[in-house]
């Protein structure tokens, strides 16, 4: 079983849809929750960065930790067709630099 | 502003054969990784270092070598290329700030390599 488990897509929505995505975790120690951004052919981009448990938001993105059920969100309003790439969720626990990541979803936002 | 600068883009390799990936940052960053990234495997680390002269193996590191003899750079070597070796590499440098820094990882455009 990997440590971290992200459904991979594809995932297509209408734009200005609200885009829901998920990552699960088996490793109690990760601390450092963060999202990123990958367009096609590219690296990957942080797009947000959370420590511990609760909600961080900028601009049209919110990402969501909750520690006790080991799950984290990430939330995508008013999508956009900019928006569409593959999104990895990334964590890692405290005093280690690795980073353990998902296999990431890939988002569609269709105009 | 270069920040993570990886070469080639693109590489062909026969198997057996042997090469090096370049990278290298401008930020002055300690900590420096390489990630292979397949198709519904996500990122794995292959191997990072934490300054010159430092290097340590991550979750793959079978079939690579790794060198740091500078801050700024840190080449990924394929001892005997095999076609399970066929995969986008990427470098990474990590930004600290403090104690435990940022969390922001900073990437490279990658390297795809084809080993036939």
């Known amino acids: 079983q990997k440590e971290v488990e992200q459904d991979p897509g594809p995932l297509s929505v209408p734009e200005g849809a609200i885009v829901s995505l998920n990552c699960t975790y088996s490793n109690s120690a990760f601390q450092y929750f963060m999202w990123y951004r990958q367009y096609s052919r590219k690296g990957p981009e942080l797009l947000m960065y959370t420590y511990s448990s609760g909600n961080k938001e900028d601009g049209r993105f919110t990402a969501q930790v909750d520690k006790s059920s080991k799950y984290i969100s990430l939330f995508i309003r008013d999508s956009q067709p900019s928006d569409s790439a593959t999104y990895l969720c990334a964590m890692r626990s405290t005093g280690r630099r690795a980073l353990t990541f998902g296999s990431g979803t890939r988002l569609q936002v269709q105009p | 502003n270069a920040g993570v600068t990886q070469t080639p883009k693109f590489q062909v390799l026969k198997t057996g054969q042997s090469m090096t990936l370049q990278c290298a940052q401008d930020m002055n960053h300690e900590y420096m990784s390489w990630y292979r990234q397949d198709p519904g495997m996500g990122l794995r680390l292959i191997h990072y270092?934490?300054?010159?002269?430092?290097?340590d193996q991550g979750e793959v590191p079978n079939g690579y070598n790794v060198s740091r003899s500078t801050t700024e750079d840190f080449p990924l070597r394929l001892l005997s290329a095999a076609p399970s070796q066929t995969s986008v590499y990427f470098c990474a440098s990590f930004a600290t700030m403090g104690g435990e820094g940022t969390g922001e990882l900073f990437f490279g455009e990658g390297s795809r390599l084809t080993v036939l």
């Open positions: 270092s934490v300054g010159a002269g430092i290097t």
